[in-house]
T-cell receptor, first 118, second 114 residues
Framework: AQTVTQSQPEMSVQEAETVTLSCTYD???????LFWYKQPPSRQMILVIR??????QNATENRFSVNFQKAAKSFSLKISDSQLGDTAMYFC???????????????FGTGTRLQVTL | DTGVSQDPRHKITKRGQNVTFRCDPI?????LYWYRQTLGQGPEFLTY????????KSRLLSDRFSAERPKGSFSTLEIQRTEQGDSAMYLC????????????FGPGTRLTVT
């Protein structure tokens, strides 16, 4: 079974600064997907960024980028130019595709609560 | 499209009662997932469907839990003989079984068992 570990329960960053959230995972699979999801207070979870394990290039989405280290089983999220709207719980998640290569269940970490301050 | 919707948003029930939650996925999505999230934890997988077929159930899922998706559209999750440990947020997500792998989440149903 796969496990996802987020070792930072809470983090704080000032507006416009950069912050990095850590995530490690354990799997014996070679083909998988990794995700960062954001859950704002009292709002639904939304996808921030996705990384395919077979891709060596790190994914980027505007101010969000990842550092994917497959051998180390590490998948950190960097948020640049932090904004007040980035305040949320951030969950790292793992997906092993189904036998047909399609989407399957997500395994989540325990989350990191990020507070962006003025 | 308005996204994934869940009903009710909040449910308070007494221990021993049965409860049923509904999830309406994004209309073109053929996969539907249920997760449970307790305070301070990440969502935990319960079960998922492709169309009307239930493809996987978590081994952690008690026999008191049952889920259906009878016509491959909306889904219901029923908990029988609720216990205080069932108190949690129940999240529904949907996806298309294509290449994007993104799951779209609903707002959740918060269950409180007293």
């Amino acid at each position: 079974a796969q496990t996802v570990t987020q070792s930072q329960p809470e983090m704080s960053v000032q507006e416009a600064e950069t912050v990095t959230l850590s995530c490690t995972y354990d799997t014996s699979e070679n083909n998988y997907y990794l995700f960062w999801y954001k859950q704002p207070p009292s709002r639904q979870m939304i996808l921030v960024i996705r990384q395919e394990a077979y891709k060596q290039q790190n994914a980027t989405e505007n101010r969000f980028s990842v550092n994917f280290q497959k051998a180390a089983k590490s998948f950190s999220l960097k948020i640049s130019d932090s904004q007040l709207g980035d305040t949320a719980m951030y969950f790292c998640a793992f997906m092993k595709p189904s036998l047909t290569g399609t989407a399957s269940k997500l395994t989540f970490g325990t989350g990191t609560r990020l507070q962006v301050t003025l | 499209d308005t996204g994934v919707s869940q009903d009710p948003r909040h449910k308070i029930t007494k221990r021993g009662q049965n409860v049923t939650f509904r999830c309406d996925p994004i209309s073109e999505h053929n996969r539907l997932y249920w997760y449970r999230q307790t305070l301070g934890q990440g969502p935990e997988f319960l079960t998922y469907f492709q169309n009307e077929a239930q493809l996987e159930k978590s081994r952690l899922l008690s026999d008191r839990f049952s889920a259906e998706r009878p016509k491959g559209s909306f889904s219901t999750l029923e908990i029988q003989r609720t216990e205080q440990g069932d108190s949690a947020m129940y999240l529904c997500a949907s996806s298309f079984s294509g290449a994007s792998y993104e799951q779209y989440f609903g707002p959740g149903t918060r269950l409180t068992v007293t």
